[in-house]
């Protein structure tokens, strides 16, 4: 590595986030050396982001940096995990300090609020491509998505669609109007639900987030937990600036199908379901009863009294964001 290279990391990696107490050994040496609480599971997640696939190019970097770690965040949040320790594996074609400082400054916002140490990584020459490892912890056991039953309510969290308009909207394939500003920061700076997440694990039967989709992660989770499930149309979170920029219908079509969200999407079991409603109420947390899991497989969702069914398969019928 170049010793400009060197004092990049120095500069903007090297206390990126918080300083914490269980990192004995953070960026600078061959490896980061971690303390884990005694009696908690290790919980690890890794997503990438490549320029152009993930994010349009020329995407703003502070939103880039912040992405990157926000939706493995997400990831842990899905978990019911404790965000703690992340790593940054970091391509660039360049080295352009503008550039740099932003990615670092968006980064080191969401790693702060989650009270998160970025304690290592690598940093090559090449495309642009951004991977992240988020470490964290959980007591007792992690949320997973195999732990529905049929019978169980299906909820999910926020405004489903709201990313995948504000992405339409970044690339330029919708008008500018009012409430568009709201769409893309959805897209730019989507909220990982730690706090959700970590509160639903007392709750939930199981929990995935929702990053591609609702109609797919949804029925990710009805698959692996052995059930099919039913949504229904007219309980669809729909946020106000969606519904104003895209129209009701084609709305409903993107909080199905459209990507990007990074919400939570669980299920509830039916000896836990008074308790979340009355401890955690759905207009405090943000989350609502979208539908059931049923023991028949497979995706239905009902429109006016009418159950349409939507194999896997069917989930493309209803894309259109040109993703
Ligand atoms: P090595 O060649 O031994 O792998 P590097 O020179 O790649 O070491 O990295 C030096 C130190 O900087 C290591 O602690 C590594 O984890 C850290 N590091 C490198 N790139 C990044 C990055 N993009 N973000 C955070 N830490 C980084
Ligand atoms: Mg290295």
Same mark, same amino acid.
């Given at each position: 590595?170049?010793?400009?290279?060197?004092?990049?990391?120095?500069?903007?990696?090297?206390?990126?986030?918080?300083?914490?107490?269980?990192?004995?050994?953070?960026?600078?040496?061959?490896?980061?050396? $971690?303390?884990?609480?005694?009696?908690?599971?290790?919980?690890?997640?890794?997503?990438?982001?490549?320029?152009?696939?993930?994010?349009?190019?020329?995407?703003?970097?502070?939103?880039?940096?912040?992405?990157?770690?926000?939706?493995?965040?997400?990831?842990?949040?899905?978990?019911?995990?404790?965000?703690?320790?992340? $790593?940054?594996?970091?391509?660039?074609?360049?080295?352009?300090?503008?550039?740099?400082?932003?990615?670092?400054?968006?980064?080191?916002?969401?790693?702060?609020?989650?009270?998160?140490?970025?304690?290592?990584?690598?940093?090559?020459?090449?495309?642009?491509?951004?991977?992240?490892?988020?470490?964290?912890?959980?007591?007792?056991?992690?949320?997973?998505?195999? &732990?529905?039953?049929?019978?169980?309510?299906?909820?999910?969290? &926020?405004?489903?669609?709201?990313?995948?308009?504000?992405?339409? $909207?970044?690339?330029?394939?919708?008008?500018?109007?009012?409430?568009?500003?709201?769409?893309?920061?959805?897209?730019?700076?989507?909220?990982?639900?730690?706090?959700?997440?970590?509160?639903?694990?007392?709750?939930?039967?199981?929990?995935?987030?929702?990053?591609?989709?609702?109609?797919?992660?949804?029925?990710?989770?009805?698959?692996?937990?052995?059930?099919?499930?039913?949504?229904?149309?007219?309980?669809?979170?729909?946020?106000?600036?969606?519904?104003?920029?895209? &129209?009701?219908?084609?709305?409903?079509?993107?909080?199905?199908?459209?990507?990007?969200?990074?919400?939570?999407?669980?299920?509830?079991?039916?000896?836990?379901?008074?308790?979340?409603?009355?401890?955690?109420?759905?207009?405090?947390?943000?989350?609502?009863?979208?539908?059931?899991?049923?023991?028949?497989?497979?995706?239905?969702?009902?429109?006016?009294?009418?159950?349409?069914?939507?194999?896997?398969?069917?989930?493309?019928?209803?894309?259109?964001?040109?993703?």
């Amino acid at each position: 590595m170049s010793l400009s290279e060197f004092g990049l990391i120095e500069r903007y990696f090297r206390h990126c986030g918080v300083a914490r107490e269980d990192v004995r050994v953070g960026v600078g040496d061959d490896a980061a050396v $971690l303390e884990c609480p005694p009696g908690q599971h290790l919980v690890a997640a890794m997503d990438t982001l490549v320029d152009g696939v993930h994010f349009p190019h020329g995407a703003p970097p502070d939103s880039i940096g912040y992405r990157a770690l926000a939706v493995n965040l997400s990831d842990l949040a899905a978990m019911g995990a404790r965000a703690a320790w992340a $790593l940054l594996a970091l391509t660039l074609p360049e080295a352009d300090e503008g550039w740099l400082s932003q990615f670092a400054a968006g980064f080191a916002k969401l790693a702060r609020l989650h009270n998160l140490a970025l304690v290592g990584g690598d940093t090559t020459r090449g495309p642009l491509c951004v991977t992240v490892q988020v470490l964290g912890h959980v007591s007792g056991s992690a949320m997973l998505r195999s &732990g529905g039953r049929p019978g169980d309510a299906l909820f999910v969290s &926020g405004t489903p669609g709201d990313a995948a308009a504000g992405l339409a $909207l970044e690339q330029g394939r919708w008008p500018e109007s009012g409430g568009t500003q709201y769409l893309r920061e959805r897209f730019l700076f989507p909220t990982p639900r730690m706090e959700l997440g970590e509160r639903l694990r007392e709750y939930a039967s199981a929990c995935i987030d929702v990053s591609d989709g609702l109609l797919g992660d949804a029925g990710k989770l009805a698959a692996a937990s052995g059930c099919g499930a039913e949504i229904v149309y007219a309980d669809l979170p729909l946020s106000e600036p969606l519904v104003r920029v895209a &129209g009701a219908e084609r709305a409903h079509e993107l909080a199905l199908t459209g990507g990007d969200d990074y919400e939570l999407c669980f299920s509830v079991g039916p000896g836990q379901l008074a308790q979340l409603l009355a401890q955690m109420p759905p207009e405090r947390w943000g989350y609502r009863r979208i539908g059931s899991l049923r023991q028949a497989p497979g995706i239905d969702l009902v429109r006016d009294g009418a159950a349409v069914r939507l194999p896997p398969s069917g989930y493309d019928h209803f894309a259109g964001t040109g993703r």
